[in-house]
């Protein structure tokens, strides 16, 4: 139990140290209203954590600090000039609705951050997809001024991007603060995988479902640019790095992990190519949760068949296989029988042996033959 509580926050530090890069980078291009606002969520979600561990009778404890790299995620999916009204509500609303009314963290049905997401799209989502161009920095309680499009709606509806490779790899577009910085995300995607705090499956299936369905029905002109530009928008690296790829949401096997995130990347997909919706993949991955709960329990099942046949398999070595049977032999000593004092039979035996001898008078010592012959001379 100790040894799972250090690498779960072990896998918080990784996580939340690719977090602060990204942060670190959204301030290069939107300046200090980013930072700003990952430190309103990030203390929103500690609060709610907080009275909602109280009221469930709960003590707050080191591995509770993983709300606040869900904070992180959730700012980081949001424009840089986002109303800090909506993102703490949003922080509150993944910390209580979306994982602690279910039990907390032990319990974790779908991922807060992805869940938060769908919130506040549902209820804001004009101010969730209007973002300003990047190098443009807006005050702290300055109202932001000149919102755009993101590149990932241009791409989705017209099939084009008008940015460099090098401003792509870079983030230098307009989107989200923290999932266009697009080389800084490849470098995440790596070393969380080699250090797996990441499920390797779920990320490799969602990027391998993505660029499947990209080259074969291409929104953009060419495949090519199709599969590339599919991959750097709609947030997919971001979605498959810190929602798909979540541990505590995915499969725990590779290989059931792995479809897991393909079929999110395919019904993603479907989604932008038919009706052109901004970041898709977060939302079919929040739908996609019964799939993940289905798939977990079948993996218990599996689980507990293994343990049974091992243990199986253990009794029958320690019990000896059974033999052929002894037939018992005849004539066997019972208690009821008296068997013969040795002493005594050898002492009759003497007895019997001694009778059969003839007696025979031995010759006296004082008379000598010799001497009697001589008298009658």
């Known amino acids: 139990m100790l040894k799972k509580a250090r690498k779960e926050r072990i896998v918080w530090l990784d996580l939340m140290i690719t977090l602060v890069t990204l942060e ?95 919130f506040v799209l549902t209820s804001w989502g004009r101010k969730l997809l209007m973002y300003t161009a990047p190098h443009v920095k807006t005050g702290i309680f300055d109202d932001p001024e000149g919102l755009t499009g993101s590149a990932s ?41 080699l250090r797996r705090d990441i499920s390797a499956g779920a990320f490799i299936g969602s990027v391998a479902g993505t660029v499947l369905f990209a080259a074969v029905t291409p929104i953009a002109g060419t495949r090519s640019d199709s599969v590339k530009y599919t991959l750097v928008t709609n947030m997919v690296l971001f979605a498959s790095i810190y929602i798909v790829a979540d541990r505590r949401i995915a ?21 932008v190519l038919t009706t052109a919706k901004e970041n898709a993949v977060v939302i079919v991955a929040v739908l996609f949760t019964p799939a993940a709960l289905a798939i977990k329990n079948l993996e218990k099942k599996i689980d507990l068949a293994y343990a049974e046949s091992l243990e199986n398999e253990a009794q029958a070595v320690q019990e000896p296989a059974p033999g052929p049977e002894v037939p018992e032999e005849k004539g066997e000593l019972t208690d009821d029988v008296e068997l013969p004092d040795p002493e005594e039979t050898v002492s009759e035996m003497i007895e019997e042996l001694t009778a059969e001898v003839p007696e025979t008078e031995l010759p006296s010592t004082d008379e000598v033959p010799g001497e009697e012959a001589e008298e009658d001379e």
């Open 24 to 118: 670190l980078m959204s301030y290069f291009y939107y300046g200090m209203r980013t930072v700003v606002l990952g430190g309103v969520c990030v203390a929103f979600s500690l609060a709610a954590e907080l009275a909602s561990l109280r009221l469930m009778h709960r003590k707050f404890s080191a591995d509770d600090l993983t709300c606040t790299s869900d904070a992180l995620i959730i700012a980081l999916m949001m424009p840089a000039v986002m109303d800090y009204r909506i993102a703490a509500i949003a922080s509150v609303f993944a910390v209580v609705a979306a994982k602690n009314i279910f039990g907390g963290r032990q319990n974790m049905i779908f991922s807060p951050a992805a869940a938060a997401y769908v």
């Open 153 to 193: 709606y241009i791409y989705n509806t017209t099939g084009k991007m008008d940015y460099t490779d090098f401003e792509i790899l870079l983030g230098n577009f307009t989107g989200p603060a923290g999932a266009v910085s697009i080389l800084l995300l490849v470098i995440a995607a790596v070393m969380l995988m």
């Open 251 to 271: 499969p725990k096997r590779d290989y059931f992990a792995f479809f897991y995130g393909f079929f999110i990347a395919v019904f993603a997909y479907i989604l």
